[in-house]
């Protein structure tokens, strides 16, 4: 069961600190909530931890294995779904799937999802925000990586499909292991198995709404 685990994890930007020596553990069938007003640096960390972005230190391994942060996108280990789609709009579903995944027995499985056999001859720019989010979350769950990160997946999205990317959550678990950030913190906390709170740089851990009330992030 793969194990990824981050120490030492710092980023300035200037003389600001974003994030100050920050640990964390993710192990496949988990998943992890990280709560974090704007500004906190939760996208910063996902862009660290996907490889996009380079930290000013950072000690990443999976299975006590040190995984330099430069190889996190070339060995396929950490996938991420962006805040913003950067799907090309004029395609339609079906097509970016096949662009997407050669493996003809996964492309008919996606394609064969209910909730996207309905959209499949549709471009990708005329989706709803739900039927985006979820496409493109079908599309990176199924790469061979063995963690996820999830950046705003329920966001601005029909309550339907909160509800369906929820379930899919649950259901791809089994062989991830999952860090969400998201400001719809009811929808986190019905998916998570424990949540933390990015404040001034640290990771706080959290179990309940009176706990991030207690920390200002929400109102009493």
Partial sequence: MPILTITDLT?????????????LEVETGEIVGIFGRNGSGKSTLLKILSGTLKPDTCRLYINKGGIDVKNILPQRL?????????????????????????????QEKILCDAMIA???ATAAGKLSMGELRYFELMLIAHMPHPFLLLDEPFSMIEPLYREKIREFLHQIKVTK????????????????????????????????????????YLPY
């Fill in 11 to 23: 980023k300035n930007f200037g003389d600001k600190t974003i994030l100050d020596y920050i640990g």
């Fill in 78 to 106: 950490i996938a991420c779904l962006p805040q913003l789609s950067c799907l090309p709009k004029g395609l339609k579903v079906n097509d970016i799937v096949m662009m997407c995944h050669d493996d003809k027995a996964l």
């Fill in 177 to 216: 292991g999952i860090i969400i950030t998201d400001h719809y913190y009811n929808d986190v906390f019905l998916t998570s198995d424990r949540n933390l709170l990015l404040k001034n740089g640290r990771l706080i851990p959290v179990t309940t709404k009176e706990d991030l009330a207690g920390h200002g």
């Fill in 118 to 120: 309905k959209i499949s």
